[in-house]
């Protein structure tokens, strides 16, 4: 299922905001993160329908890859 763009936009924004404020980091440092992230990927690529999944969900999914060793 593909979402409408602007609607994916939308939520991209509510978690990249909320993704900031849970984790202390600026907006800034929270929309790199986030551009950089496998959790990104699979929302834009509408895999699994990511982009259905709660912001809560999302922002968690993002806390997880964060705290995974990078290889």
């Given at each position: 299922?593909?979402?409408n763009k602007n609607m994916l936009r939308m939520k991209f924004a509510r978690v990249i905001e909320a993704y900031a404020v849970r984790t202390g980091c600026t907006l800034d440092e929270a929309l790199d993160r986030f551009y950089r992230s496998?959790?990104?990927e699979f929302m834009r690529d509408g895999v699994s329908d990511m982009h259905c999944m709660s912001d809560e969900y999302l922002v968690d999914e993002l806390q997880d890859e964060a705290a995974q060793p990078k290889n």
């Open positions: 299922m593909t979402a496998q959790t990104y």
